[in-house]
């Protein structure tokens, strides 16, 4: 792994290592049961500099086929946003709500903070005034009623 790892390095491609490791593992399975030998056995065929090749190419073709589709970067709120602290300042109470369950609270923050970031972006933007439907959305307001509760930005 360390070895493919140094080799997308040099490549300038960033993977995490738990992806790069599950990618190895399926591959020298998928080896040793078409070869019909064992695991162990199958490593020889094992090449880190082709796997990278590899691995480069997908994450190019992806990003090259997400920009295609104009899928961009989620929208996440500035963070002066007010509404991002107050998604923020809920974390202790939301751990202490799930039993201290990250991963639940993670998912809270983080689809929370894009929906703040969607907010903005879409309702903030005076580019964006005939993409919000014939009721509209007040963004200021919004912003003036959650800055109403304090959240405290900095925390």
């Known amino acids: 792994m360390a070895q493919t790892l140094a080799e997308l390095a040099r490549r300038g491609v960033t993977l995490a290592p738990s992806a790069v490791e599950d990618t190895i593992e399926k591959n020298i399975n998928t080896v040793a049961e078409q070869l019909r030998i064992q695991v162990r056995s199958a490593w020889r065929y094992f090449d880190a500099s082709a796997l990278a090749d590899r691995l480069v190419h ?12 104009g899928a ?35 998912i809270n923050v983080a689809v929370n903070a894009w929906m703040a970031g969607h907010i903005h972006g879409e309702d903030g933007c005076t580019g964006c005034d005939g993409s ?22 900095t925390k």
């Open 58 to 69: 997908n994450a190019r073709a992806f990003e090259e086929s997400s920009a295609a589709e």
């Open 72 to 106: 961009g970067h989620a929208p996440m709120p500035p963070v002066g946003n007010p509404e991002l602290a107050l998604v923020l300042a809920g974390v202790p109470d939301s751990l202490a709500q799930t039993g201290g369950d990250l991963y639940s609270v993670i």
């Open 132 to 153: 919000r439907g014939p009721a509209g959305h007040d963004w200021e307001a919004r912003m003036r009623k959650i800055t109403e509760m304090q959240p405290n930005i």
